[in-house]
């Protein structure tokens, strides 16, 4: 079978930069390393991290004195980052970057006055690390979902930075007609828009599209959502275990897209398992 990989596909600039502090930090460590939080969202990436001896625990209280702990991907919570320096722990700050941004924004614009509004999902941890560093009100608009009366003039719209760019204009367009002020401020990561915009490319020139990534990761997700739009036969799996020979029966040419979470070596596992699928039935 022809396998088309995305250029985009599987860790990002700031996964990788995570992934790469956390085997540093498991290297050098004389003590025990935890994650707060699972570092990235893939379970067998998280597994191998675990193998290194690298735990990981939900909140600052399950930390034991003298334990290393690093920031995930998708930062935290302020309250946990500031009991975890009262404590004297010693942290390690994976935050992505681009994770950083609307964790300022949030902060400025609520200083300034701004109701903020994050359109993106409540339960992420992104989210809730950037409702906790607003100074003020602030509202979750989830995609797709209803927006809700803010009773305020000055209104602020930032968005999860894996956010699809046509949700975030539905809510700051729908904003806009409601309020006397609206503050955009575009806070979705480059590489997620680039990334979406190869799967959409990608989905219309194969007869079938695999995206690779942990279920529980929202870019994925999105990836997913974006590719089965343009071509039905898509599936979202975690590895190659999930394949099945029948999905892909007339097919001759597979598109393979992967999270930004995505380690290299699931990504190549699914090629290979493709590569290796004879074409059925196909004209």
Not at 87 to 92: H, I, K, Q, S
Not at 138 to 147: A, D, L, N, R
Not at 185 to 194: A, G, P
Not at 268 to 277: I, P
Request: net charge negative.
């Amino acid at each position: 079978m022809e396998v088309k990989i995305a250029k985009t596909a599987g860790f990002c600039w700031g996964v990788r930069r995570t992934v790469d502090k956390v085997m540093e930090v498991a290297d050098q460590s004389s003590g025990p390393v935890v994650t707060l939080g699972p570092i990235i969202h893939n379970p067998q990436a998280v597994a191998r991290f675990r193998e290194k001896g690298v735990g990981t625990v939900n909140a600052v209280g399950e930390v034991a004195d003298g334990t290393t702990v690093v920031v995930r991907t998708h930062g935290a919570v302020k309250e946990e980052l500031e009991r975890a320096d009262g404590r004297g722990l010693e942290v390690v700050d994976g935050t992505c970057p681009y994770v950083k941004y609307p964790q300022a924004m949030a902060q400025r614009l609520s200083a300034e006055g701004y109701h903020v509004v994050i359109v993106g999902d409540a339960n992420h941890a992104e989210i809730k690390g950037v409702v906790s560093f607003s100074e003020g009100p602030c509202t979750v608009v989830k995609p797709g979902g209803p927006i809700p009366e803010i009773p305020a003039k000055k209104v602020a719209v930032i968005a999860q930075t894996t956010c699809i760019g046509a949700d975030f204009e539905a809510v700051v367009g729908a904003l806009a007609l409601r309020h006397k002020e609206v503050r955009a401020v575009n806070t979705i990561c480059n590489d997620t828009e680039e990334r979406q915009a190869d799967a959409r490319s990608l989905a219309r020139e194969v007869d079938a599209v695999v995206v690779v990534g942990g279920k529980n990761s929202a870019n994925t997700r999105h990836l997913a959502e974006i590719c089965r739009e343009i071509q039905g036969r898509t599936w979202h799996v975690e590895t190659e275990a999930e394949l099945r020979p029948e999905w892909f029966e007339g097919c001759r040419v597979v598109g393979l897209s992967a999270g930004a979470s995505t380690p290299d070596w699931v990504v190549e596992g699914v090629a290979s398992w493709l590569r290796a699928l004879r074409p059925q039935g196909a004209p």
